[in-house]
Nanobody, 119 residues
Framework: HVQLVESGGGSVQAGGSLRLSCTASVSMYCMGWFRQAPGKEREGVAGIDRTGKASYADSVKGRFTISRDDAKNTVYLQMTSLKPEDSAMYFC?????????????????WGQGTQVTVS
């Protein structure tokens, strides 16, 4: 059973930055970040495979950067120029493929989530 533990959420003013971290109990090929705001569906934010290929939702391109450190089984999400509409619960996810990284159904393992609030 794969366990994912996120950290790094918090409250920040618009224009600020936060870095989220997610450590997995085992190495997984595809790691992703999703977010879910109250009353909205969970949406894919970014995904990265073991080769380092990264993909982003249009809404975060140029502001967010996903990266991974396989020696630590950790994936990061560096968020800059944050906007109030970025406020959500952010979830780390792990799966075997990244072909459809934006789809929650592609991931079999999930973290507990970390709250990001931008005011």
């Amino acid at each position: 059973h794969v366990q994912l533990v996120e950290s790094g959420g918090g409250s920040v003013q618009a224009g600020g930055s936060l870095r989220l971290s997610c450590t997995a109990s085992v190495s997984m090929y595809c790691m992703g970040w999703f977010r879910q705001a109250p009353g909205k569906e969970r949406e894919g934010v970014a995904g990265i495979d073991r080769t380092g290929k990264a993909s982003y939702a249009d809404s975060v391109k140029g502001r967010f950067t996903i990266s991974r450190d396989d020696a630590k089984n950790t994936v990061y999400l560096q968020m800059t120029s944050l906007k109030p509409e970025d406020s959500a619960m952010y979830f780390c996810a792990a799966g075997q493929t990244c072909g459809n990284w934006w789809k929650a159904s592609e991931f079999g393992y999930w973290g507990q989530g970390t709250q990001v609030t931008v005011s």
